[in-house]
């Protein structure tokens, strides 16, 4: 199951819904299969157990054999999520044993798909699915790697988690029907990110390949779409530019903006480079907005995110 954006929170559907933090880290899917082998995997695939031993000895310890759990990898560091860290932690899988001591990760479990007493949940509504979820991490005691993710049906109590868990390195919120069934690649569940960031697609940039001086950045129309221009970053560091200039691709042909932009409200129409629309960005923007559907002062970039172009929001709020 996979997320779509949301710049505002939605209306109540048939049956509720559930809200849950949204943590930054990996996602992860953990099998423990019938001879008891623990396997973890990315959400492309990816093998993590053998960067995580600490996780897999937990899910071997607390859980049967023949369950399958979602959730996701965190690093807590200072009282926070610590991606970062995460990230050193991961590409250090060669000294994994250490590692698990001095920089130890948590499991933050937020969905069940398979037991061996229930069979395969995935076609059962998420209240129920939580329910085999609790009673499967019942008896993990506190300090383990295996926890458990917060989950309330209150929307006051989670426009008060979203409003005062930011400080923790949650980055918002993601909201799941109640009645959702787990079907593979869809993206019936919502993320809401904190008001502090959001996210945009790379249209466009100055400087060079070599050297980008500043991103176009945009966000495709909910009516038309089209990837609207919506803003641009202050200039980048020399670190910026480094992350995100190798990913950068000149546009060939069908670029959906003109050749010339109007970056802001007080500039005349200017040339930039067009680049392949490909490439997501983690962002601080100024909530306030023109009435042209663009950011009114230049955003700051703060990472590159590994998502596609279609998870990003639509419009703008």
């Known amino acids: 199951m996979l997320a779509k954006s949301i710049d ?10 559930r809200y849950e933090p949204k943590f930054d880290g990996y996602r992860a899917l953990a099998t ?27 899910l071997y310890s607390y859980l049967p054999a023949g369950t399958v ?9 200072g009282g926070r999520l610590d991606f970062n860290a995460l990230q050193r932690r991961y590409a250090g899988r060669r000294h994994a044993a250490e590692l698990a001591g001095s920089h130890p990760c948590h499991l933050v479990v937020f969905d069940v798909l398979e037991t061996r007493e229930d069979g395969d949940l ?42 005062t868990m930011t400080v923790a390195g949650i980055e918002g919120l993601v909201i799941k029907p109640a009645n959702s069934p787990y079907l593979p690649g869809s993206r019936l569940w919502m993320k809401y990110k904190s008001r502090q960031t959001t996210d945009a697609v790379i249209g466009g940039m100055t400087g060079s390949l070599h050297r980008p001086a500043a991103l176009l950045l945009g966000r495709y129309a909910s009516d038309t779409g089209r990837l609207h221009y ?61 009435h042209d559907r663009r950011w009114r002062h230049a955003v700051r970039m703060l990472r590159v995110r590994d998502i596609a172009p279609d998870e990003v929001p639509l419009d703008l709020a």
């Open 8 to 17: 505002r929170l939605p209306p109540l559907p048939p049956g509720g819904l």
């Open 32 to 58: 423990i299969r019938a001879d008891s082998s623990v396997h973890i995997y990315s959400r492309r695939g990816v093998p993590l157990a053998d960067a995580f031993p600490e996780l897999v000895g937990a």
């Open 122 to 163: 995935r076609r059962r509504p998420l209240r129920e699915r939580r329910g085999v979820l609790e009673r499967l991490l019942r008896k993990v005691p506190p300090r383990s790697p295996l926890t458990l993710a917060m989950q309330t049906s209150d929307r006051a109590v989670a426009e008060e988690r979203y409003d």
């Open 230 to 290: 919506a803003g641009r970053t202050t200039y980048l560091t020399d670190a910026q530019a480094a992350a995100v200039g190798p990913l950068l691709v000149a546009a060939i042909s069908g670029h959906p903006w003109p050749a010339q932009l109007t970056l802001n409200w007080r500039s005349k129409p200017t040339g930039y480079h067009q680049v392949a629309p490909l490439v997501v960005v983690e962002i601080r923007a100024d909530i306030a907005t023109d």
């Open 69 to 77: 759990v979602d959730g996701e990898i965190v690093l807590w560091r």
